[in-house]
């Protein structure tokens, strides 16, 4: 099938003890959707249904791609990324097969999470699809949802969000995302495990991490990864020099804070 190239199958090799800081997330998402599947029965008998959509919302890069996905690597189920901007064209240009097919994928892959980054794009009061008519694919869309939830298959759903207000009301509705996660950005104690996880098996040397955690506010998971990343990319070169690895140190990372500024600041 030629569109199933642009979703990504996986089983994940993360859960939650690779998530840094988060425990209010993560237990948000034990309770709210891993227990109602793992005890339905308890669930349904005071009103609540397994299954369904769960959506995280907050600033980008504060890891809900990565939460998502570890969430999968927790149930041991097959993780489908699917980036709403990137199939829209597809799904636009092409009938409903398209779609369809991909819950269709997710029906074949059970357990698994399925995942849509950026459902703004497609449930957005005045998003472009809506505005360019395009709105049988919105249907279409919370159709294949309603399916899912209807027959309590083992798929949870999940979106991501940077603007949770904007989405059409009927895209909250029971059964469809009806259930809210905010992702929120690391404080200084998640900063730093964010960091050890990071750091974690590479050769360093005497890093303190609280001090690294106190100087980096602002600093969203994907942020340390980047600081990490320039530190790493310059120690390779003195390895390659030395043809041993070279450990990383405090002076080098807080370097490269210096370098790459923390984007979560205005949240
Ligand atoms: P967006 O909102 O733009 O989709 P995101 O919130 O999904 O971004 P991710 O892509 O999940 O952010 O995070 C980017 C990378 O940063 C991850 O692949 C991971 O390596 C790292 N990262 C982010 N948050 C954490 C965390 N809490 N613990 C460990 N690593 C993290």
Redesign the pocket.
Known sequence: EEGESLFMLEKPEINFS?????EREKQEIDLKIIKPLQFPDLYKAYGKKAGGGIL?Y????????????ATAGQIQAEFINVGIHDVLDMWVGTSEKNLHSLFELARQSKPCVLFF??VDALGANRSALRQSGATHIINQFLAEMDGIAASNENILIIG?T?APWSLDPAFRRPGRFDRIIF?AP?ETD?RE??LK??LRNKPVNDIDYKALAKATPGY???????IVDIAIEEKLLEALQKGVPQPITQKELLKAAKTHKPTTREW
């Open positions: 690779d998530v840094g800081g988060m995280l907050g600033p980008p890069g504060c890891g809900k791609t990565y939460l998502a996905k980054d950026e991501a940077n992702v690391p998640g495990e964010i996880l990071q969203s998971g994907a942020d340390l990864k980047a």
